[in-house]
Every structure is written in structure tokens, then in C-alpha cells.
């Protein structure tokens, strides 16, 4: 039953993402063309900035499908972070526009041009419908970090439409030309500012550190809570993808027959996956003829520390 959910969980995802890819890429060509036509830099600059969304969404399609596959000798842990890996770089890609808007804006800035309001305003109306609703069918996705870079990007593209939308009212009740592209520096912040989480998840879970509210000695407090583990060290946590985390440490415990840890081993497990949930487990058992009820966790050595 879990795996058909997930299975039909995906399929879902790869559906909204084709219908999103296909709305985005006409919504680029419409703004690009109304800007170059109403001489709007806040229209071109949200073309570009929804252009960016073409590759993430096509890279989030690809992590999708990536991430059903199954493990094989070459990837034994299988594709899961295909899908970090697309958020890492689709980042990285609206770090890059946010950068070109800015600098656009300082051109325009030097160099002023008329703006026609109307315009803006219609497509920017336009552009706002189709970000509200792509990120509405998103939203069911936003545990998994691929889609939660996407979702990120069109809550983005919706409040730049609504920031497009003001600017337009304000250029037609004020004249103020100026307004567009202090509207292009205020989609570039924007894009900075909701990157930012999606770029420090990624490099966490790429560079493979503890995942969000994991910590060695909190993860080791819960195993020391299991009936026969007397010390737990050597711990290491990681996370394989978006919402699947990993765990190796060695546990000590009395000498005792493999049948008797083999019960304290899925003892371990099963509140490890359910405090953390924690899928994944390699535990190394380790004996000792030390009488005494002792419980301890003995953190791994700094490099300064070790002989």
C-alpha cells in the first residue's frame, strides 16, 4: 500500500510539472513580447525569472523520475538524490538571474524609457492567476525538497506578480517610470532571499550532514533508552534524499547469544524510525563482560583528538 501511494504520489508530481512547464513557457513568451511592446522592464525581468523556471521544472521532472528508480549495483542506495541535486542547481540558476535583473535595472535606470502601465497590469493580472494555481497544485509536495524548490519558485513568481501589478497602478496614477526598475531590484531580492533555505538544505544533505533536528547525542539518547545497550559511539547521520535518512554507529552490549541482539537490534531500529524517522540503519554490535547498569554515549574524537 505505501509503495502504490508513493508510486501514484509521483505520477501526480510528473503531471502537475508537465502542465506547469507547458503554462510557463507560454507565459515567457507572452511577457517577453508585452514588455518589449510596453517598454516594461518589470514585465521582461519577470520573463526572465520565469524562463529560470523552465529548466528547474524540466531538471525537477527529470529528479521525479530518477528518484522511482530502483537501486542498482552502480547506485545501491538508487537515485534519491537526483532531486537534491535538481534543487541544488535550479538555486543556483535564480541566483544567476537575480544578478542579470539587478544589473538590468541599473542600465534602465540610467537610461529611462516610457512605460506603458496597461500592459503591465493585464499581465501581470494574467501571470498571477497561473502562479496561484501551479503553486496550489504544488503545495501537497512541499516535504519533498525538489518540490519544494519549484513551489518556492512560483510563490516567488506570484508575489514579483502582484509587486508588477502595484507598480503598474502606480506608474499610471503618478508617471513615475522609475517605479519599473525598482520593481526589477525587487524581484531580484526576492528570488536571493527564497533561495537561501533551498541552497543550505541541498548542501547539507550533498555534503551529507545531519539532517533538521538530528543530533548524535540526541539520536544516541533514544537507542540508550532500549532495553541492553549499555554504549553507543561512532555515530554518523545523513540523509540519502529529500525525507529518507540514514544511520551507522557501533552499540555496545553484555555478551550474549546473536539471537538475543538480534532482538535488541530491531528494538533499536524500530525507535529510531520512529523518533526520526530514520529508514536506513547499519548497527555494529560489540560485547562486553563489564557487570553494571552504565548507559553512555561516547562522541566521536575531534581530529586535534585523535593520536
Same mark, same amino acid.
Given at each position: 500500500?505505501?509503495l502504490?501511494?508513493? /508510486?501514484?504520489?509521483? /505520477?501526480?508530481?510528473?503531471?502537475?510539472?508537465?502542465?506547469?512547464?507547458?503554462?510557463?513557457?507560454?507565459?515567457?513568451?507572452?511577457?517577453?513580447?508585452?514588455?518589449?511592446?510596453?517598454?516594461?522592464?518589470?514585465?521582461? *525581468? &519577470?520573463?526572465?525569472?520565469?524562463?529560470?523556471?523552465v529548466?528547474?521544472?524540466?531538471?525537477?521532472?527529470?529528479? +521525479?523520475?530518477?528518484?522511482?528508480?530502483?537501486?542498482?549495483?552502480?547506485?545501491?542506495?538508487?537515485?534519491?538524490?537526483?532531486?537534491?541535486?535538481?534543487?541544488?542547481?535550479?538555486?543556483?540558476?535564480?541566483?544567476?538571474?537575480?544578478?542579470?535583473?539587478?544589473y538590468?535595472?541599473?542600465?534602465?535606470?540610467? #537610461?529611462?524609457?516610457?512605460i506603458?502601465?496597461?500592459?503591465?497590469?493585464?499581465?501581470?493580472?494574467?501571470?498571477?492567476?497561473? =502562479?496561484? #494555481?501551479? $503553486?496550489?497544485?504544488? /503545495? $501537497?509536495? =512541499?516535504?519533498?525538497?525538489?518540490?519544494?524548490? @519549484?513551489? +518556492?519558485?512560483? !510563490?516567488?513568481?506570484a508575489? #514579483?506578480?502582484?509587486?508588477i501589478?502595484?507598480?503598474?497602478?502606480?506608474?499610471?496614477?503618478?508617471?513615475?517610470?522609475?517605479?519599473?526598475?525598482? !520593481?526589477?531590484?525587487?524581484?531580484?531580492?526576492?528570488?536571493?532571499?527564497?533561495?537561501?533555505?533551498?541552497?543550505?538544505?541541498?548542501?547539507?544533505?550533498?555534503?551529507?550532514?545531519?539532517?533538521?533536528?538530528?543530533?548524535? *547525542?540526541? @539520536?544516541?539518547?533514544?537507542?540508550?533508552?532500549?532495553?541492553? @545497550?549499555?554504549?553507543?559511539?561512532?555515530?554518523?547521520?545523513?540523509?540519502?534524499?529529500?525525507? *529518507?535518512?540514514?544511520? $551507522?554507529?557501533?552499540?555496545?552490549?553484555? &555478551?550474549?547469544?546473536?539471537?538475543?541482539?538480534?532482538?535488541?537490534?530491531?528494538?533499536?531500529?524500530?525507535?529510531?524510525?520512529?523518533?526520526?524517522?530514520?529508514?536506513?540503519?547499519?548497527?555494529?554490535?560489540?560485547?562486553?563482560?563489564?557487570?553494571?547498569?552504565?548507559?553512555?554515549y561516547?562522541?566521536?574524537?575531534?581530529?586535534?583528538?585523535?593520536?
Amino acid at each position: 500500500m505505501h509503495l502504490h501511494s508513493h /508510486s501514484h504520489s509521483h /505520477s501526480r508530481s510528473k503531471t502537475t510539472l508537465n502542465l506547469a512547464l507547458l503554462v510557463t513557457l507560454a507565459l515567457v513568451t507572452v511577457e517577453f513580447i508585452t514588455g518589449r511592446a510596453g517598454h516594461s522592464l518589470a514585465l521582461i *525581468s &519577470d520573463g526572465w525569472h520565469n524562463l529560470a523556471d523552465v529548466p528547474s521544472l524540466a531538471l525537477a521532472w527529470l529528479a +521525479i523520475y530518477l528518484e522511482g528508480k530502483s537501486p542498482d549495483p552502480r547506485r545501491t542506495y538508487g537515485y534519491q538524490r537526483a532531486g537534491v541535486l535538481a534543487a541544488f542547481v535550479n538555486a543556483l540558476l535564480l541566483v544567476a538571474v537575480a544578478l542579470y535583473l539587478c544589473y538590468e535595472g541599473y542600465q534602465r535606470i540610467l #537610461s529611462p524609457e516610457p512605460i506603458s502601465s496597461r500592459l503591465m497590469l493585464i499581465v501581470g493580472v494574467i501571470a498571477l492567476v497561473i =502562479h496561484g #494555481s501551479i $503553486s496550489l497544485a504544488l /503545495s $501537497s509536495g =512541499h516535504s519533498d525538497l525538489n518540490l519544494r524548490a @519549484v513551489l +518556492i519558485h512560483n !510563490l516567488g513568481d506570484a508575489l #514579483s506578480n502582484i509587486a508588477i501589478i502595484a507598480g503598474a497602478w502606480l506608474i499610471a496614477r503618478t508617471g513615475q517610470h522609475i517605479i519599473d526598475p525598482l !520593481l526589477a531590484f525587487l524581484i531580484a531580492g526576492m528570488i536571493l532571499w527564497s533561495t537561501a533555505g533551498v541552497v543550505t538544505d541541498s548542501v547539507q544533505i550533498l555534503l551529507e550532514g545531519a539532517p533538521k533536528g538530528m543530533t548524535p *547525542s540526541a @539520536v544516541a539518547g533514544v537507542m540508550l533508552g532500549v532495553p541492553g @545497550v549499555r554504549e553507543v559511539h561512532d555515530i554518523h547521520i545523513w540523509s540519502l534524499g529529500s525525507h *529518507s535518512h540514514a544511520l $551507522s554507529c557501533h552499540v555496545r552490549v553484555l &555478551d550474549m547469544p546473536t539471537s538475543e541482539s538480534e532482538v535488541i537490534c530491531e528494538q533499536i531500529r524500530q525507535a529510531l524510525a520512529e523518533s526520526f524517522s530514520i529508514s536506513h540503519t547499519t548497527i555494529q554490535f560489540e560485547h562486553t563482560h563489564v557487570p553494571g547498569d552504565f548507559h553512555r554515549y561516547m562522541p566521536a574524537p575531534m581530529p586535534s583528538e585523535k593520536k
